[in-house]
């Protein structure tokens, strides 16, 4: 699933909250196991080995288990496989598991673990859906339960009345008083509904009474407990069936999946509630049907939830379709009266006194004797002429009126239902004399844009000399040629009517009007209805908007507002000629849909939105809330998920009444950090608005305070008492604690003074004193201390050995407390990288060292590539590491300098870099670890600079520095001299604004932390100023004269681009000109709200004017200035929606489960985007190589106007990053994270750079005595040519070499070394040495003890024990010694590095004399693990040790017995290829596909091989990246064998 990399959860309510949703989750877990011998009580470890969260996944999946899940497993690899393989049990499912992968369960991620429950219970407990579950649950139930007017799963549920309401429903009588019960024992109602619910529906208490009735109760335990009223063949589900059913008159639905698919029950449904639905022909679709049926039930108020082709489709989700068919149980709010059903058939032809005359009414839903139907006749002189009706019994009831006329004249038919006038009444016909005449089907309403059909008729085919003509409202006559049909008996025209209002229609045969003519047709125009004020609202209040009609003509306004589709009260009050006030009351939080109907047709096809907030539901929590510590960043969160959608603002001043700058960043799902670092000391205001509304207890009052002072002594004597001084002036009142050895040693305190104090202890024992000092429950600055107590008299004597404890390794914390500056980059050339060990210990005579003023200093800056250094002062041994922004390790030399030594480092990446500093004593350094940031100015983005501009009037552009990193902006212009205004719009985005005052060019540069960006210094070159903008001329006085004015400014990208629900703006001036401006902005289909702010300065006063468009597509923007438009008025701004630019098809088959898109180098990707909602706008796409920072070649071109084809390509293996923008606005997921995998022919799935030679095995590294040891050469991507092979000891003799040809130019060499030590391999190809070569093999003997005879210091240090010896990991001792005896005086220094980086090992001093020293680790993974042992700086004989540990005992042997090594990977990203070559090949090598249980990525320019037994094809794939173990198998003859992948490097690319 395409996800961006997770962010932190803020820590909101997270005690209460976590321990419900585990204890949900866990129940929820046992419930699913009850059939099995299987339950759980501690939900973050009993997952861990993987065996109950398969029979979990079985047991979901109605299966009776997973095949291969090991019920016993050994390890931690088979703990790891196991919850793979229910990993991917699920995937077969389609369940999509983010960023959560089997090390997570294994190692006891609780957050993950829940995430992963929580994705089992939306996949198996709801079923599939494309819809968010939650809208479903909550559609279902407001339709089950429409009084309760449930909005969320938390508090609406805390009280136990919707839980009662729910209950009665499923099973009417069972809870029949929950309307007049009381609200105020809430866990006692809670205990009994949910009792209820257990013993008589079934519903297990997976969230217990308490948890239920807390207001800390969180969403996903609430969706949890009531998706058991919902789930399939569940009370709920049986329930809606049950009602359903009893509303269908014929038919019967005995489920809501396959019996809804072909639109049958859907129009009975509809029917059956009243619905009209047009008769349907044989040939209609199943598709066409549903979307009738959709329609009929939308004209009674009741909103769809899928669409026709969704709902027909097998794999609709049984929820969707049921909680749709809810809404129609209880009647909905708005329903269509019986009087828009009947229709008046009446031939107005031909109507003489005295004669018969009939009228037909048609009722076309319903039966007319439930109704009041009236019918009055009226003569010219306003009487009644008696009239009778009688009606059948057909489907579609029919009347036949009949009445008889007395007297010559205009009479009228007037029909009424139910007191209301029915659609086209009353109708006007004329009484004359007797004639055979035509007549004309009369079309009171048409609609512009529209066709409208005329048609004339004639009983006895006389159609002789017809006339018809029309005239506009404006008076313009048109004769209409009409058509003959084919029977000769009618005349037909169409027209299409242009503009609104009244047309007058006229029929004539002979010159004489037919009867009924003229008549009136009324033309309106409802696309040109505008909605306006639709910003949003707030739950509870009244919320208004105006509708115009000044341009649609006449006709009935009628509004449907409905929310989770039901549909919602409201009022139109008429305010004008052509305006109306529409109000309604919201009923919840969240989106409300209005669709207005002018004439009984839509204003437009989607129905406009209004977003409605509740501000009293936005949660705080958080230290930032209550106190605060000066010059100190804190933090607290705000939780706005369940008040709808709005814009949080949060204003912190201090107590002087001054802002305080913070930073207000969303983390997911409308949860934001908020961080501020207070200034001064004393109460700070902070004051939190959402959508313009202070939430509840705002705003907050915080007590900043200051840290006491405190004086503590470093060292003290035994029994001697040690004063600590306090001093606590300027500091507010806080509460101040003392505690020395975490309490154990007591300390008495001592006012001396109003603000000073003193604070005593009496240490009894020899070492180290921990002291730390807290005010306020947070330790002060420098806490904690640490205070040496020594003896009172200090003794002489010969040297004791004391060992350095291995260097320790501080992680950088996050944020960091302090940042420390470099010194400016010292002339040093970088020496190349370490491969595998990067600490560098300085290590000159023990002096004290530190960080030269580490706390005083702000954060630093370095450019990428560029060569930086720092000093260490002093002469302590430090340890130094380098940590970058992805976490790897950078290289770095170190050089002596008269105070100590300078480290020189340089980065490759943008980005947070750390630097840790890690004193002998192990701990870190003060102010360590330390903040560079890298930055790349060569990235920044200057963009809307003109060329040229107009003096005294303001100028503007803006810099971009998202790619460029952290850094500070600056512009001068002339140096300078010209002032300029730069402040940020938003994250990495600046807007620039300068006036020009003279004629002349202006210098402008621009730095990116203090260096020229690309382009830097612009120039810019101003002229003369333009004609001053003039007000337009009225059309209505000619002689009108234009007074002098200055000119009018409007400037602002809100005059040309915005984005849909968000806000715009620019600017108005007048430059002093007296008046007032107006702005009306009217979009396609809406006015917008806008907002006029004065803004007063030096220069003069200037009006912002901000509006938020609620559509997309072309405004028109009048700005107006004492009510007449400005020149340049109208603008057109574009209102674009980036959100709507989609992937075509299904985004997750793009991209891997981590979000991140394939690409192929040198290969072209192309990707279709629909931008058919988005708006009008324009496609971007960039990219670039994150490692080289080269662009990757993106095209974009136009498929059609709402489809557009883009192509990738990329030219170099590695990580890229990918921009998609529609007209400026990044889409969802952009940047798209990609990944290039080499495309050429490739060695091992590296592109090589031919002539290469290729080099793998263990031989080239390390060698048992006496036994065989291998490495292979292979030259089959190099020129033509032979290798050379030597090998030489210390003595430099040579050893015999044997070299065996494989394949064409491949070779397996081989060698045996006879006593232990270290040796020189000396490889070359066709005479010349090979990179890497000579390669130094460190030899080790049967027992590994290492030693030599030679006389001094570290040759005479000697290793030995368990610790040292090849093993298997579930027995292993890692104990060994090292036996300093002979080695004189020196410091020695143990390090063990495994699979997984540095392991923590114990040592200790044995023996009389102190001088052996005992070593132990605890391996934890199979795999590499190298020992270094050195002594005063130097690698003793024999190291580093190579020690392998194995999985089982059958690896062991084979290492033993053949220097075989089959069990490990390369490390990540590493291709991995096996090479196992059989006897002498003739057809080279086979390939064979590899299982793994993750997609595999390729981006390291590395390949490696291994020994995997005899006779065995050769295999090669990719190990995923980020991940240092993963499950493979190698396929053998004689079956597959299990492998698995340490992170330790071992291989050598060879260039001749």
């Known amino acids: 699933?395409?996800?961006?990399?997770?962010?932190?959860?803020?820590?909101?309510?997270?005690?209460?909250?976590?321990?419900?949703?585990?204890?949900?989750?866990?129940?929820?877990?046992?419930?699913?196991?009850?059939?099995?011998?299987?339950?759980?009580?501690?939900?973050?470890?009993?997952?861990?080995?993987?065996?109950?969260?398969?029979?979990?996944?079985?047991?979901?999946?109605?299966?009776?288990?997973?095949?291969?899940?090991?019920?016993?497993?050994?390890?931690?690899?088979?703990?790891?496989?196991?919850?793979?393989?229910?990993?991917?049990?699920?995937?077969?499912?389609?369940?999509?598991?983010?960023?959560?992968?089997?090390?997570?369960?294994?190692?006891?991620?609780?957050?993950?673990?829940?995430?992963?429950?929580?994705?089992?219970?939306?996949?198996?407990?709801?079923?599939?859906?494309?819809?968010?579950?939650?809208?479903?649950?909550?559609?279902?139930?407001?339709?089950?339960?429409?009084?309760?007017?449930?909005?969320n799963f938390t508090t609406n549920w805390n009280n136990g009345r919707a839980l009662h309401a729910l209950i009665d429903y499923c099973e009417p009588g069972l809870s029949p008083n929950w309307r007049k019960m009381s609200t105020s024992d809430k866990q006692g109602n809670c205990e009994t509904a949910m009792r209820l619910a257990q013993e008589r529906l079934g519903v297990p208490i997976v969230v217990s009474p308490q948890h239920m009735a807390s207001s800390d109760l969180d969403q996903n335990s609430g969706m949890t407990y009531l998706s058991y009223f919902m789930k399939l063949n569940s009370c709920g589900y049986k329930a809606t069936l049950r009602d359903v059913n009893q509303l269908l008159p014929s038919s019967h639905v005995t489920n809501f999946t396959s019996d809804w698919r072909d639109g049958t029950a859907l129009t009975d449904l509809v029917q059956a509630v009243g619905g009209h639905i047009p008769n349907q022909s044989p040939s209609t679709g199943v598709i066409e049907s549903t979307q009738l049926a959709i329609q009929g039930a939308r004209d009674l108020g009741i909103e769809p939830i899928l669409s026709a082709e969704d709902m027909v489709q097998p794999q609709a989700g049984h929820l969707a379709v049921m909680a749709y068919a809810a809404r129609f149980i209880n009647r909905p709010a708005m329903k269509l009266s019986a009087a828009s059903y009947i229709e008046v058939l009446f031939n107005t032809v031909d109507i003489s006194p005295g004669s018969k005359t009939h009228y037909s009414l048609l009722m076309k839903q319903g039966n007319p004797r439930l109704h009041s139907i009236n019918v009055k006749v009226a003569d010219p002189n306003g009487n009644n002429v008696p009239t009778t009706v009688e009606w059948d019994d057909q489907p579609e009831a029919t009347g036949l009126g009949t009445f008889i006329p007395t007297v010559v004249g205009e009479h009228q038919l007037k029909v009424t239902c139910d007191g209301e006038m029915i659609r086209g009444s009353p109708i006007k016909f004329n009484v004359g004399r007797s004639k055979k005449a035509i007549s004309f089907v009369r079309r009171e309403q048409g609609i512009v844009g529209d066709n409208t059909k005329l048609e004339v008729l004639s009983e006895d085919g006389n159609v002789a000399d017809v006339h018809m003509t029309y005239t506009s409202p404006s008076g313009l006559s048109k004769e209409i040629a009409l058509s003959r049909s084919s029977s000769g008996r009618s005349l037909s025209h169409s027209f299409v009517p242009d503009v609104v209002g009244e047309w007058k229609v006229s029929v004539l045969q002979n010159g004489e009007h037919a009867s009924g003519s003229p008549y009136t047709m009324n033309v309106i125009k409802p696309q040109a209805v505008k909605l306006c004020n639709l910003e949003g609202g707030l739950i509870g209040q009244p919320f208004s908007f105006t509708v115009d009609t000044s341009e649609a003509g006449k006709a009935e306004l009628q509004c449907l507002i409905t929310f989770s589709g039901q549909?919602?009260?409201?009022?139109?009050?008429?305010?004008?000629?052509?305006?109306?006030?529409?109000?309604?009351?919201?009923?919840?939080?969240?989106?409300?849909?209005?669709?207005?109907?002018?004439?009984?047709?839509?204003?437009?096809?989607?129905?406009?939105?209004?977003?409605?907030?509740?501000?009293?539901?936005?949660?705080?929590?958080?230290?930032?809330?209550?106190?605060?510590?000066?010059?100190?960043?804190?933090?607290?969160?705000?939780?706005?998920?369940?008040?709808?959608?709005?814009?949080?603002?949060?204003?912190?001043?201090?107590?002087?009444?001054?802002?305080?700058?913070?930073?207000?960043?969303?983390?997911?799902?409308?949860?934001?950090?908020?961080?501020?670092?207070?200034?001064?000391?004393?109460?700070?205001?902070?004051?939190?608005?959402?959508?313009?509304?202070?939430?509840?207890?705002?705003?907050?009052?915080?007590?900043?305070?200051?840290?006491?002072?405190?004086?503590?002594?470093?060292?003290?004597?035994?029994?001697?008492?040690?004063?600590?001084?306090?001093?606590?002036?300027?500091?507010?009142?806080?509460?101040?604690?003392?505690?020395?050895?975490?309490?154990?040693?007591?300390?008495?305190?001592?006012?001396?003074?109003?603000?000073?104090?003193?604070?005593?202890?009496?240490?009894?024992?020899?070492?180290?004193?921990?002291?730390?000092?807290?005010?306020?429950?947070s330790p002060i600055q420098g806490s904690p201390w640490y205070v040496n107590i020594t003896a009172p008299v200090v003794k002489t004597g010969p040297p004791v050995l004391t060992p350095t404890p291995p260097p320790v390794v501080v992680e950088p914390p996050t944020p960091p407390p302090v940042v420390v500056e470099a010194p400016l980059p010292l002339p040093v050339q970088p020496?190349?990288?370490?491969?595998?060990?990067?600490?560098?210990?300085?290590?000159?005579?023990?002096?004290?060292?530190?960080?030269?003023?580490?706390?005083?200093?702000?954060?630093?800056?370095?450019?990428?590539?560029?060569?930086?250094?720092?000093?260490?002062?002093?002469?302590?041994?430090?340890?130094?590491?380098?940590?970058?922004?992805?976490?790897?390790?950078?290289?770095?030399?170190?050089?002596?300098?008269?105070?100590?030594?300078?480290?020189?480092?340089?980065?490759?990446?943008?980005?947070?870099?750390?630097?840790?500093?890690?004193?002998?004593?192990?701990?870190?350094?003060?102010?360590?670890?330390?903040?560079?940031?890298?930055?790349?100015?060569?990235?920044?983005?200057?963009?809307?600079?003109?060329?040229?501009?107009?003096?005294?009037?303001?100028?503007?552009?803006?810099?971009?520095?998202?790619?460029?990193?952290?850094?500070?902006?600056?512009?001068?212009?002339?140096?300078?001299?010209?002032?300029?205004?730069?402040?940020?719009?938003?994250?990495?985005?600046?807007?620039?604004?300068?006036?020009?005052?003279?004629?002349?060019?202006?210098?402008?540069?621009?730095?990116?932390?203090?260096?020229?960006?690309?382009?830097?210094?612009?120039?810019?070159?101003?002229?003369?100023?333009?004609?001053?903008?003039?007000?337009?001329?009225?059309?209505?006085?000619?002689?009108?004269?234009?007074?002098?004015?200055?000119?009018?400014?409007?400037?602002?990208?809100?005059?040309?681009?915005?984005?849909?629900?968000?806000?715009?703006?620019f600017l108005i001036n007048p430059f002093g000109q007296a008046g007032q401006p107006s702005v009306r902005?009217?979009?396609?289909?809406?006015?917008?709200?806008?907002?006029?702010?004065?803004?007063?300065?030096?220069?003069?006063?200037?009006?912002?004017?901000?509006?938020?468009?609620?559509?997309?597509?072309?405004?028109?923007?009048?700005?107006?200035?004492?009510?007449?438009?400005?020149?340049?008025?109208?603008?057109?701004?574009?209102?674009?929606?980036?959100?709507?630019?989609?992937?075509?098809?299904?985004?997750?088959?793009?991209?891997?489960?981590?979000?991140?898109?394939?690409?192929?180098?040198?290969?072209?990707?192309?990707?279709?985007?629909?931008?058919?909602?988005?708006?009008?706008?324009?496609?971007?796409?960039?990219?670039?190589?994150?490692?080289?920072?080269?662009?990757?070649?993106?095209?974009?071109?136009?498929?059609?106007?709402?489809?557009?084809?883009?192509?990738?390509?990329?030219?170099?293996?590695?990580?890229?990053?990918?921009?998609?923008?529609?007209?400026?606005?990044?889409?969802?997921?952009?940047?798209?994270?990609?990944?290039?995998?080499?495309?050429?022919?490739?060695?091992?799935?590296?592109?090589?750079?031919?002539?290469?030679?290729?080099?793998?095995?263990?031989?080239?590294?390390?060698?048992?005595?006496?036994?065989?040891?291998?490495?292979?050469?292979?030259?089959?991507?190099?020129?033509?040519?032979?290798?050379?092979?030597?090998?030489?000891?210390?003595?430099?003799?040579?050893?015999?070499?044997?070299?065996?040809?494989?394949?064409?130019?491949?070779?397996?060499?081989?060698?045996?070394?006879?006593?232990?030590?270290?040796?020189?391999?000396?490889?070359?190809?066709?005479?010349?040495?090979?990179?890497?070569?000579?390669?130094?093999?460190?030899?080790?003997?049967?027992?590994?003890?290492?030693?030599?005879?030679?006389?001094?210091?570290?040759?005479?240090?000697?290793?030995?024990?368990?610790?040292?010896?090849?093993?298997?990991?579930?027995?292993?001792?890692g104990t060994f010694y090292v036996d300093t005896e002979d080695a004189g005086k020196g410091d020695c220094e143990v390090k063990v590095q495994g699979p997984k980086g540095d392991v923590q090992i114990v040592s200790s001093l044995q023996g009389d004399r102190k001088r052996l020293l005992q070593c132990q680790y605890n391996p934890t993974e199979i795999g590499l693990y190298v020992i270094r042992i050195r002594w005063s700086g130097q690698d003793v004989a024999g190291s580093p040790i190579r020690v392998h540990i194995f999985d089982t005992y059958e690896e062991l042997e084979r290492f033993n017995n053949t220097g075989e090594i089959s069990m490990y990977m390369p490390v990540e990203d590493a291709p991995f290829q096996s090479s196992i070559f059989p006897q002498p090949a003739v057809n080279g090598k086979k390939s064979k596909s590899v299982p793994h249980n993750r997609g595999v990525r390729m981006s390291a320019a590395m390949s490696r091989s291994y020994t995997a037994g005899a006779k065995a094809n050769q295999l090669s794939f990719t190990p995923h990246r980020g991940y240092d173990r993963r499950s493979y198998y190698i396929v053998k003859e004689n079956g597959p064998e299990f492998i698995s992948a340490p992170a330790q490097r071992s291989v050598f690319i060879a260039d001749k």
């Open 831 to 1065: 020496a190349p990288a370490p491969s595998t060990d990067i600490y560098a210990v300085v290590k000159p005579k023990s002096v004290r060292a530190s960080a030269a003023k580490p706390d005083a200093v702000p954060t630093q800056y370095a450019r990428v590539g560029e060569t930086r250094s720092f000093d260490i002062i002093g002469k302590e041994n430090v340890t130094v590491k380098i940590i970058d922004v992805f976490g790897s390790n950078v290289p770095f030399t170190s050089t002596p300098t008269p105070k100590g030594f300078a480290v020189n480092y340089k980065f490759k990446y943008i980005g947070d870099n750390w630097i840790h500093l890690i004193g002998e004593n192990g701990r870190p350094l003060k102010g360590s670890p330390f903040l560079v940031c890298a930055f790349d100015p060569g990235l920044v983005v200057v963009s809307d600079l003109q060329s040229h501009g107009v003096i005294n009037t303001p100028s503007h552009f803006k810099v971009n520095t998202l790619k460029a990193g952290r850094g500070e902006v600056t512009v001068l212009v002339d140096k300078g001299a010209t002032n300029c205004e730069v402040y940020s719009q938003s994250k990495g985005d600046y807007n620039v604004t300068y006036t020009s005052t003279s004629n002349g060019v202006r210098n402008i540069d621009v730095l990116f932390n203090n260096l020229p960006v690309p382009g830097s210094p612009f120039q810019t070159d101003f002229g003369s100023p333009p004609v001053p903008a003039t007000l337009q001329r009225p059309e209505t006085s000619a002689n009108y004269i234009t007074p002098a004015i200055s000119p009018i400014s409007v400037t602002g990208s809100g005059l040309h681009i915005a984005e849909e629900s968000k806000r715009a703006s």
């Open 1081 to 1373: 902005i009217e979009g396609p289909h809406s006015i917008a709200k806008t907002n006029i702010q004065p803004i007063d300065s030096a220069e003069g006063r200037r009006y912002e004017v901000t509006y938020v468009p609620v559509e997309t597509g072309i405004y028109n923007t009048y700005v107006m200035w004492n009510g007449r438009d400005i020149e340049g008025s109208p603008y057109h701004p574009r209102v674009v929606d980036s959100k709507m630019v989609k992937l075509d098809g299904d985004w997750y088959s793009h991209v891997d489960e981590e979000g991140i898109l394939s690409l192929q180098a040198s290969q072209n990707k192309r990707l279709l985007f629909d931008v058919s909602r988005a708006g009008p706008g324009e496609l971007k796409v960039t990219g670039r190589h994150l490692t080289s920072g080269s662009p990757l070649q993106c095209t974009v071109s136009e498929k059609d106007v709402y489809h557009y084809w883009v192509d990738i390509v990329a030219s170099e293996p590695g990580d890229a990053s990918i921009d998609v923008e529609w007209s400026g606005f990044p889409i969802p997921k952009s940047p798209i994270r990609a990944a290039v995998v080499a495309s050429a022919r490739a060695t091992n799935g590296y592109v090589a750079r031919p002539p290469q030679v290729v080099l793998s095995g263990f031989g080239l590294e390390s060698a048992v005595v006496n036994k065989v040891a291998e490495f292979y050469i292979d030259g089959s991507q190099a020129d033509k040519g032979s290798p050379g092979v030597i090998l030489t000891n210390s003595r430099l003799q040579n050893l015999q070499t044997n070299m065996v040809a494989v394949g064409e130019s491949e070779y397996r060499c081989s060698y045996t070394v006879p006593e232990s030590g270290i040796y020189m391999l000396h490889v070359s190809w066709s005479g010349n040495d090979l990179q890497g070569s000579p390669f130094s093999v460190t030899a080790l003997d049967g027992n590994s003890t290492v030693s030599s005879r030679t006389s001094d210091g570290p040759d005479k240090i000697t290793v030995r024990g368990d610790g040292v010896l090849p093993g298997i990991l579930a027995t292993y001792n």
């Open 1 to 151: 699933m395409a996800e961006e990399e997770p962010l932190p959860s803020p820590p909101l309510l997270q005690d209460k909250w976590v321990t419900i949703q585990k204890n949900t989750f866990t129940n929820f877990v046992n419930q699913q196991l009850r059939e099995t011998e299987h339950q759980i009580e501690e939900l973050y470890t009993e997952l861990s080995d993987g065996v109950k969260l398969c029979a979990l996944v079985a047991a979901l999946q109605g299966k009776p288990g997973i095949r291969g899940m090991k019920p016993n497993p050994k390890n931690r690899h088979q703990m790891i496989e196991n919850v793979t393989l229910a990993l991917q049990a699920a995937k077969h499912d389609k369940l999509k598991i983010v960023n959560i992968g089997a090390e997570d369960i294994v190692n006891g991620n609780g957050k993950l673990i829940l995430g992963l429950i929580w994705s089992y219970i939306l996949r198996y407990q709801l079923g599939k859906t494309e819809i968010p579950p939650k809208q479903l649950m909550l559609a279902w139930i407001n339709a089950v339960i429409p009084e309760c007017n449930i909005t």
């Open 567 to 777: 549909a919602v009260p409201s009022t139109i009050e008429r305010t004008g000629e052509d305006t109306y006030h529409v109000k309604f009351t919201p009923s919840g939080p969240g989106t409300h849909l209005i669709r207005p109907m002018y004439g009984g047709k839509d204003v437009r096809a989607e129905p406009y939105k209004v977003e409605i907030t509740d501000s009293n539901l936005v949660l705080t929590d958080g230290p930032g809330l209550k106190q605060a510590k000066i010059n100190e960043s804190t933090t607290f969160w705000v939780d706005a998920s369940q008040a709808g959608p709005g814009q949080l603002n949060v204003h912190i001043k201090d107590a002087g009444g001054v802002p305080v700058p913070s930073t207000l960043r969303e983390l997911q799902d409308k949860r934001f950090e908020v961080k501020y670092s207070p200034a001064v000391i004393g109460p700070h205001s902070i004051d939190v608005e959402f959508d313009g509304k202070r939430i509840k207890h705002s705003p907050f009052t915080v007590n900043v305070y200051k840290d006491p002072k405190a004086e503590v002594p470093r060292e003290g004597v035994v029994n001697q008492p040690l004063v600590i001084l306090l001093d606590t002036a300027n500091t507010e009142k806080g509460d101040l604690s003392i505690t020395i050895n975490e309490g154990r040693v007591p300390v008495t305190t001592k006012k001396l003074s109003k603000s000073s104090y003193s604070a005593e202890f009496i240490p009894s024992d020899l070492g180290q004193y921990k002291v730390e000092l807290e005010f306020n429950n």
